[in-house]
């Protein structure tokens, strides 16, 4: 008689540790679905406000002898915009941006609403653009192909063979980027370098990019060229980033 009692009260608690257990396992389980469906509508509600912004700052219809970007609507929006980003044949065609931080625009849209996909933006220590020797772009690589997603592409020589040119805009200037090297960087070890006491050391510094690259760019560096560092997040380790060098040219 006693075991019997002993079983029942064995299979109660087993039966009470089951129904917790189940539990738990619903609730984790509508937690993660509730992450998903809210990441994705960020997602939905980020490439939304992009393409709304392109359908208001590109002009279509123009010939070439003005600006195919109209900053004026832009900075009715947004006064931080100093440029527009594009790579031909890809989804990069956004407006870039530089704050009083390296911090609100990696979760704030072009809109300032705050949003996962962030805005393209220049490290607020860069003096004018294309002054310092170095300028530097950030971007979020998405899982859903946004932003800066692409650029890790230029791992493989195909891609760059393809894709030899950004087009940077201003509202005073037009510039050329020529993607120079490319490579994965350990963001715990501080690489990222704005200017350089001599132009050797700031050669060196480029040199040993261009010299470990993950491509073979037919574009020349020497000391007296400026260069835009773009940087995104890399999946190759923790705190991983693939940093993209890239040559100015005006015109």
Not at 64 to 88: H, K, M, P, Q, Y
Not at 164 to 178: A, S
Request: charged share 30%.
């Amino acid at each position: 008689m006693k075991k019997r009692k002993n079983k029942r009260k064995i299979d109660k608690q087993f039966k009470i540790a089951l129904l917790f257990f189940l539990i738990a396992a619903i609730l984790i389980s509508s937690f993660n679905l509730f992450m998903i469906m809210k990441g994705a509508s960020e997602y939905n509600k980020g490439t939304d406000t992009y393409d709304d912004i392109q359908n208001i700052a590109i002009r279509n219809d123009s010939d070439g002898s003005e600006s195919r970007i109209d900053f004026d609507a832009l900075r009715s929006v947004n006064e931080d915009v100093i440029g527009w980003l594009t790579l031909n044949d890809t989804v990069i065609d956004y407006p870039v941006v530089q704050g009083e931080d390296n911090d609100y625009y990696l979760h704030h849209l072009y809109t300032g609403e705050w949003n996962s996909l962030g805005t393209l933006f220049v490290d607020f220590r860069n003096k004018k653009l294309f002054t310092d020797q170095i300028s530097v772009i950030y971007g979020h690589s998405m899982l859903n192909g946004s932003m800066f997603f692409i650029l890790e592409r230029y791992k493989r020589q195909s891609f760059y063979e393809e894709h030899k040119e950004f087009v940077f805009e201003t509202p005073e200037k037009k510039y050329t980027l020529e993607p120079l090297a490319g490579k994965v960087m350990d963001a715990k070890i501080p690489f990222l370098q704005l200017n350089f006491d001599t132009v050797s050391e700031y050669e060196e510094y480029i040199n040993e990019f261009i010299r470990t690259s993950t491509f073979k760019s037919e574009t020349t560096f020497d000391g007296n060229d400026k260069i835009v560092m773009m940087i995104k997040c890399s999946a190759d380790y923790e705190d991983a980033r693939y940093v993209l060098l890239c040559k100015v040219n005006e015109g």
